[in-house]
Each structure stands twice: as C-alpha cells, then as structure tokens.
C-alpha cells in the first residue's frame, strides 16, 4: 500500500493521532501484538455476489474450503463484520445440511457436524448480505476508512462522478464483504462470480475466465486465482472504464481508466512492462502472476493498494498532459504497487508487527526504478526526501521498526516502516554489495514463496547468501529505534602530518556503522572508509601534507542519520564542485542559503549548480537566489534567463520564471506571456505567478485558465490571492484544500491564511456544490492525521458550523436554488458530525 500523506503546506500543523486499541494480545508484556494463532487454514474461497445499488447493499454466497490447521477441532470462527447472515450449512458435494451458528459482534462462529483432523477438509456455505455503510471499525491516519465495500455515486445523482464499486481489504476490511479469517497469515486461492449491469465491466484477482450475459440486462463474470494469497488482498472493481491493453512476454497487463483519460493510458502507466521486466531481473525472480492490472478509484480512501494482480489507485493517478509533461507523480507509486507482487503478495508479513517485510521493501523499490530509469542522483534525491520526512519527525524516533507494542495496527503504516524503513534496507545493500544483496533477496522469495515470513527470515536469508552474521544490524535497525545522531571535530598533528576526526554520537543508545569520509588534501578528496563501534565517541586519523581544507562525513550519503556540522561557504564550494554523490552537493548547495548575497563564494556555488546535470541541483539553486540583488543578477542573469526558456526539464524552466519573476523587470513579460501559454502545468502557473508580481493587471483575465488540480501546495498558495480577489468560480473547488484550514495557515502564515479564510468565507457564501465537497472532503482526510487533538477539533468544527450558518443564510436568500444549497448543508452537517 502506498499511503496518502497530507502536506505540511495544507495542514499547517500536524497532529498526532491517538487511536483506540486493538484487543489481540499475550500476556508477556502490557501491549504485546501477537501473530494470529492459526486454528483454521484457509484452502479455497468461492463467491457468488451481485449488487443492489439503492440500498448499497451486497447479496453474497460462499463456498468456504477449510481444515484444521494442527489441532482438530469442531469449529470455525469467521470475521464477517456489519453483515446479515442467512444461512450457513455444510456442503458436500452439492448437498447442503444445516448447520447451527451464533453471530454476534462481527463474528461468526459455526459448529461443524463433527471434528476435523488436521488436512480433513471440509466445505461450508453461506449466504450472506454485506451491507458496508453498518460496519462499525474506523479508519486511520495511513487508511482513512475501514468499511470493505465502496459503492460511488450508486444512484447516479452526481453528475461530476463516475458510478464505481471497489474493494479495500486492508487492514482487515475484507470481512465486510465476505466471511473469512482476515488475518495476514491466511492465504487461500479464490474464484469470484461477479453479476453486474452489462454496461459496466469487472476487474478481480487472477483471469477472467468465462463472462456470460444474462437476462435484464446484466452480466455474470467469473475471475478465478489459482494461487494462494492473503485474504486482505481479495479485490474486486466495477465501473465504466476504458481498458487499455498492454503486456509483458505472455501476460497480459491491462490499464482500466476513466474514458476521459483513456488518451493518456500509455503517457501514465506505459512504463509498467518496463518495471516487471526489470524487477524480475533484478531478483532474479519472474513477475509471478498470470496478469497485471491496474485501476482507479474515486474517492478512494488512501493512495494505493496491491491487491494481487488488481492493484488499486487513488484517482490522483489520472493526468493529463499539462501534468504529466512536467513529471508523472504517480510513477513511483505504480513502481511500489508491482513491487509489493514480489514483497507483500508472494511473501507476505506474517503479522502487522512485521509489516516492514512488506512496505520498507516497496518503498525501496521506488528507489531501484529510479536508479534504473533515470540514475543515481534521481534516486538518491528521491530516498533523501524519504528519509528526511521521518528525520524531521521527532515522534518516530522512539519507535522500532519491527514493532509488538502498537496502539492500532495501521500505526505501523508510518514513517518508520515506509520512509525509514527504505533507508535501513539502502544502508544494508551498500553493506553486503549488490550481488549479496538481491541474492538475498531472491533466496527470502524462494524459500518462503505463497507463504508468510518476518523480519527473522530476511535477515537469516540474507546471512545464507553472505556468510555474514547480521545480527547487530537487524538487533539496531529492525528490533530497535532511533538512529545515529553525529557531529564531529577534527585536530591537525604538524608532527605526524595526520588529521584525527572524533566522531560523536549523542542519543542514548550508540550504533555501530560504516561510514565514508572524504578528507581534502590540497582541494581534492580521499575517500576513507572506516567503522564507528557503538561507542559515545570514536576517533580516526588520516594522513595529510596539511590541515585539511575539509573534511565531509558521510560522504557518500548512506548513513541514515542526524549529522550536524559547520562549513563555510568556500568549503560548500569546494565540496560540491568536488562530489560525485548527489547527497554531499546537495548539502553543500543548501548549506549556503544564509550566504547567499553575502559572500562570492556562494554566488560560484550557485552559478556551478545552475550548471548541474541534475535538474533538481538545478531548481534548488533557482529557489535559493535572490535576482533583485544587482550582484546575483550580474552573475546569475543570463543562465537563469536560458534555463527559462531552453531547460530541458519543464519544471526547471518553472523555478527559473520564478527566479526572474524576483527582479519585478518588465523585460520578462515575453517569456511569461509565452509561459502561460505552455503545456506545462508548472511553467504555466509560475508564469501566472510571474505576470502577477510584475504587473498584475495581465493576470486577471488569465487566472481561470490555470489547471490547478494536482498542482503543487506551492503553486495554489501563489495564485490563492488573485483567485479570491478577483472571484474566478472555476477555481474554488481547487482552492478548497487550502481554504479548509485557514485557521491552522494562520499559524504559521498569517497573509496566506488570511487569503485561506477569505476563500472559505467565498465558497461558503457562493452557491458551488463541488466547492463544499471538495472542502469537506479533505477535512475528512485530514481527521485521522490531526486524531483527537481537542484544539484541532474545536477548530475545524467551529469552521464547519460557521460555514453551515453561511449556507442556511444563503438558502434564505436564494429559496430557488433549494436543492444544490442543501447538499451543501448535507455535507457539512456529515462533516461536523464525523468531527465529534
């Protein structure tokens, strides 16, 4: 699963969310999560269902294929949450006898018609109704809702939504659309009939294998999946999709998508043959399903999940070219959901506590393709990124990576299982090498293939290939928490013409680790590779002609790590100008941000990174200058001019705009006027943005033709201002994420916030259906990340009940328009509600 993460930008604050517990336990420790005891092994799993729209209902029957898994036994104990049951009974071969049940509190407990012997299988028949909108279970901060099945639109009165029907089953919210023992260490093969109106087409786990229409209109297709996997990865999809048909050798990978979006199926997902054929070299392990497809869905409760050869996105996925030109924001979430077919569908956390067998592996994986596709920096600033979302994160210090002691099981989907988590398995491939590495990955596949491991098995895998004891690795990055936090001090010896480098550690518990340091002789590097024992201080010496002009720790940027340090701006320059590893000219560019029009040093170093092969170096060093500084302008002018109009990369042409647009020169207008006529959503808006700081009369009229739908945080906070003052009504319901947290911007950014509120105060006044639902439905998303933080509901509630008062006015003055107003007012009450 790829978790959706509101930005800093939107919520202002974040908050940490509290919630409730779950019950399973041992006795060992006051919260111990232990793996699910297998009573039952799950062996093969048949559904017949349809779907009644109105009611939002789902009529099941099943066919339950199980035996006891050591001990016999007379029972089965079912998860079945929210449901009506009709009837349960024995099936043997046809024949059905009853058989007595109790179902209570969301399960279902059979009594068999005798006791069963382990390998004894047995077959029992239900018949059922899944009714979701019952299910009791909440979402989290990583899946906002939990109830199973997704009905979108059913009754067709959204006008701007597609009717969909689709399936999230984790955590464990498969039980609310078949009875089933939804733990993570249960897998079992499937087959699903889907009846369903003719117009619409299916989407489930494993091959279509026969689709029959039948009478009134509608059509039964049969999906079957004749490999084993967890219940959690069942799926099922409906709707109006277009169905783009591509492969890899002989199975078929099909792109399902909005017919609207159908011209640009290759332009988002073409890439996908290209990652199988490259993971599956890379492991040496062949993609190991008979197809690979992909939808979206709307409304869709987190960012994606990978359910077994049906992977599911969030409707953030559909771009158009005016995004797609400047980059595919949803690549590495495609490049993580196919990973996880390997780490997560063929080998699967046998419990949540050891989810990072599962989810630091496709986090990683985003790593690998971009490494492949587009090199090493882009991979780097990708798991720099990553890695500094937990860093700055103070509340995940303390937490472990494999973790028994969790509130919530959907706690584990973090910062430390995903970001950090891909950061742990980075420093263990630079460790072991490559070829140790995806050995060991390849040896873990094959050994526990179509069955469930945890983090123990990784690590006895990866000490199988390399003959190397990886305890202390496992025992401080896996079974521990925290990571190294270093600074360091050097001292020259004339005598000896050696430089000693102490490096300190200052959290509680000491790491030991590899470590690359770079000491410069006479301007050029020595790259010393040395290891720092689990000691408060380690000291290391190194030969020099003289007192080194620098020394660089972590030089090649591995270490996951806090690393404080001091250089000057000349040092920054030499460093940079001296790195091959992204990281180190990375540090040395930001090191120099409160230099910048101070020293020349800093200019050379901006003018060196303008020059960067990597574009991201690039439009760091843009964001970074200051062009109203007649120096910098002097120095930098005529490159940045260049970049605007020539960069390869759009979304460098985007930050130099920016850049020139700091000068408030006239002289520019050109190449902004041409900008907002780009195809690029980035050069277009900065352009806009541009147009708007020089001369703000051009801007007016071109403010509606702006697509901000998927535009970066950034980008809607520039244009927020001349949206709401000049009332352009196509871009509410784009401002909305914004405006629906005024009262947390104006914390931190009283001018944006102010805008913020007048924009909700304008969407609240106007009537604009898709406004107010755009409003209320990203506070939705945000209410499991800000949890029960009274101050945070006291807030967003009181916004929502004066935005009510604002509707119920407006209802009053404008009675003819009665019905949109309400919805309106439906809304925000749902909301209100939810927030209580």
Do not use: C
Request: net charge neutral; proline share 4%.
């Amino acid at each position: 699963m790829r978790k959706v993460i509101l930005s800093m930008a939107i919520l202002g604050i974040m908050f940490s969310a509290n919630v409730s517990a779950q019950t399973e336990t041992s006795g060992r420790e006051k919260v111990y999560r232990a793996t699910h005891t297998k009573v039952t092994e799950l062996k093969h799993t048949k559904l017949k269902v349809n779907f009644d729209y109105q009611k939002e209902h789902m009529n099941g029957e099943e066919w339950l294929t199980a035996s006891p898994y050591f001990y016999p036994t007379n029972e089965l104990t079912l998860d079945a949450k929210g449901m009506l049951i009709h009837e349960v009974a024995l099936d043997n071969n046809g024949k059905k006898s009853p058989l007595k049940y109790d179902y209570k509190n969301d399960v279902l407990k059979i009594t068999l018609d005798k006791t069963y012997q382990k390998n004894q299988d047995y077959t029992v028949y239900i018949k059922y109704t899944s009714r979701p909108n019952e299910v009791k279970q909440e979402g989290s901060m990583a899946i906002n809702d939990a109830k199973g099945l997704y009905f979108i639109n059913a009754q067709g009165t959204d006008p701007d939504l597609p009717t969909q029907i689709w399936t999230q089953g984790e955590t464990e919210s498969s039980s609310a659309w078949f009875p089933t023992i939804d733990k993570p260490n249960q897998k079992t093969t499937q087959e699903i009939y889907m009846t369903v109106p003719d117009k619409y087409v299916t989407l489930s786990n494993g091959v279509l294998k026969t689709s029959q229409k039948e009478s009134n209109g509608l059509r039964t297709d049969h999906w079957v999946m004749d490999k084993r996997h967890s219940t959690y990865l069942f799926f099922m999809g409906v709707g109006e999709y277009a169905i783009v048909k591509d492969k890899w050798k002989n199975i078929a990978v099909d792109y399902y998508i909005e017919k609207e979006y159908e011209p640009y199926a290759k332009q988002i997902y073409g890439n996908t043959p290209e990652m199988i054929e490259f993971f599956s070299k890379k492991m040496n392990y062949d993609y190991p399903w008979a197809k690979y497809a992909q939808i979206s869905g709307r409304n869709y409760v987190s960012g994606a999940m990978e359910n077994t050869t049906a992977t599911l996105h969030g409707s953030d996925i559909l771009q158009k070219p005016g995004q797609l030109i400047d980059e595919n924001k949803w690549e590495d979430t495609i490049a993580h959901e196919l990973f996880h077919h390997w780490f997560g569908d063929l080998v699967t956390a046998e419990s949540w506590s050891n989810l990072t067998v599962n989810e630091s592996f496709a986090n990683y994986s985003e790593y690998l393709w971009n490494e492949y596709k587009y090199g090493k920096d882009q991979a780097d600033y990708h798991l720099m990124s990553d890695v500094n979302m937990y860093l700055h994160n103070p509340n995940d210090f303390k937490k472990n990576l494999v973790r028994f002691n969790y509130e919530s099981r959907e706690d584990v989907f973090d910062l430390v299982t995903y970001q950090k988590g891909g950061g742990i398995l980075n420093m263990l491939r630079n460790y072991l090498g490559d070829d140790a590495f995806f050995a060991g990955m390849n040896d873990y596949l094959k050994t526990n293939e179509y069955q469930n491991a945890e983090a123990h098995q990784l690590r006895l895998s990866f000490e199988k290939v390399s003959g190397k004891d990886l305890n202390w690795f496992f025992n401080q990055w896996y079974f521990g928490s925290g990571n190294p936090k270093i600074n360091y001090s050097t001292a020259f010896e004339p005598m000896k013409k050696q430089v000693t480098v102490t490096v300190n550690q200052t959290q509680e518990q000491p790491f030991q680790f590899p470590l690359a340091i770079d000491v410069y002789d006479n301007g050029k590097p020595k790259r010393y590779n040395v290891w720092v024992n689990a000691d408060e201080k380690n000291t290391f010496s190194f030969d020099v002609s003289k007192t080194p002009d620098l020394v660089n720790i972590n030089a090649d940027g591995v270490l996951l790590a806090d690393i404080t340090d001091t250089k000057t701006p000349e040092q920054n320059l030499m460093q940079f100008t001296n790195s091959k590893e992204f990281k180190s000219r990375y540090v040395a560019l930001t090191g120099i941000k409160d230099q910048v029009g101070k020293n020349p040093a800093a200019t050379k170093l901006l003018a060196a990174a303008l020059k960067d092969p990597f574009f991201r170096i690039r439009i760091k060093a843009l964001e970074l200058m200051d062009l109203s500084n007649p120096e910098q302008m002097k120095a930098l002018g005529a490159d940045v001019e260049k970049l605007a109009t020539n960069d390869p990369k759009t979304l460098t042409q985007a930050a130099a705009i920016s850049a020139l647009a700091k000068t408030k020169d006239k002289k520019y207008l050109p190449i902004f006027e041409k900008g907002v006529g780009a195809v690029s959503n980035a050069v277009k808006g900065n352009s806009l943005g541009a147009l708007i700081t020089v001369d703000p009369s051009k801007a007016n009229a071109l403010a509606d033709k702006i697509d901000l739908e998927g535009a970066s945080d950034e980008l809607q906070a520039q244009l927020l201002p001349i949206i709401v003052k000049n009332k352009v009504t196509s871009q509410m319901s784009n401002i909305a994420p914004l405006a629906a947290f005024y009262p947390f911007i104006k914390f931190q950014n009283p001018e944006l916030g102010k805008s913020a509120e007048d924009g909700y105060n304008w969407i609240m006044t106007s009537d604009n259906l898709k406004a107010t639902e755009s409003i209320t439905k990203i506070v939705g998303y945000a209410k499991n990340q800000m949890g029960d933080n009274p101050q945070a509901k006291m807030m967003i509630v009181q916004m929502l009940k004066d935005g009510l008062g604002k509707k119920m006015e407006l209802l009053k003055q404008n009675p003819q328009n009665a019905a949109s107003i309400n919805k309106q007012i439906d809304a925000l009450n749902k909301a209100i509600e939810n927030y209580k």
